[in-house]
């Protein structure tokens, strides 16, 4: 079942602007992860926030968690043509499997 | 270094026709590995896990079955795809301690 929601559905900025995408989840926590998927390719993992963490950061990604919300937000700084593609969170509240949101497609206009 | 492989890329099945893509993993031992579908435009399902050699937990129930008769090689299969079965179909794998998990390049299967 997918536990993550991804919002927006869709996002298209300009690019140099910051992009910001936002999950949502429904149950405790161990850890949650963001991934990029570019087009009809294999997920990359970009960070993992641990439940005892509020916030982290690796390069022009910012993550933010907010358990007592069941929330997440990924924030790309100056984005670049290059970050188009689909952004999913995945929440880990086992040691076997991750759940899945539908994903948030950026697109950057150059 | 850890690399993970998935073939082929692309696959045009029939109906009724069997399936079996393979999975491989270098650089790790005993990871845990994945078989995921993935819709056009959704999330991923995660359709089989395998914590070791010959131990398979199935998600959800369907016409597929997985394997992995060594460590590192995971294998999905059907005796006959469906139409349904059509889909993007990913393999990954963790490792403990591991941030995150490694997919492959994934497979488009589409059944005709």
């Known amino acids: 079942s997918q536990q993550g929601e991804e919002d927006p559905q869709a996002l298209s900025i300009q690019e140099g602007e910051n992009a910001t995408m936002n999950c949502s989840y429904k149950?405790?926590?161990?850890?949650l992860q963001w991934y990029r998927q570019n087009s009809g390719r294999g997920l990359v993992h970009l960070i993992l926030?641990?439940?005892n963490e509020r916030e982290k950061h690796s390069g022009r990604l910012r993550v933010t968690l907010d358990t007592s919300k069941k929330s997440s937000s990924l924030l790309i700084t100056a984005s670049r043509a290059a970050d188009t593609a689909s952004y999913f969170c995945?929440?880990?509240?086992?040691?076997?499997?991750?759940?899945w949101g539908a994903g948030t497609k950026l697109i950057i206009k150059p | 270094s850890q690399t993970i492989h998935q073939w082929p890329a692309t696959l045009v099945q029939p109906v009724g026709s069997p399936l079996s893509l393979e999975c491989t993993v270098e650089?790790?031992?005993?990871?845990?590995l994945y078989w995921y579908r993935q819709a056009a435009g959704r999330g991923l399902q995660l359709l089989f896990y395998?914590?070791?050699?010959?131990?398979i937990s199935s998600e959800v129930p369907q016409n597929l079955s997985a394997s992995r008769p060594q460590d590192r090689q995971f294998i999905l299969s059907s005796k006959k795809l469906l139409l349904s079965d059509s889909g993007f179909y990913l393999c990954?794998?963790?490792?403990?301690?591991?941030?995150?998990?490694?997919f492959g390049s994934g497979t488009r299967l589409t059944v005709v």
């Open positions: 995945a929440t880990d509240s086992s040691n076997y499997q991750l759940i």
């Open positions: 149950t405790s926590i161990n850890n």
């Open positions: 926030i641990r439940s």
């Open positions: 650089g790790t031992s005993n990871p845990n």
């Open positions: 395998s914590v070791g050699i010959g131990q």
């Open positions: 990954a794998w963790k490792s403990s301690g591991a941030q995150g998990y490694t």
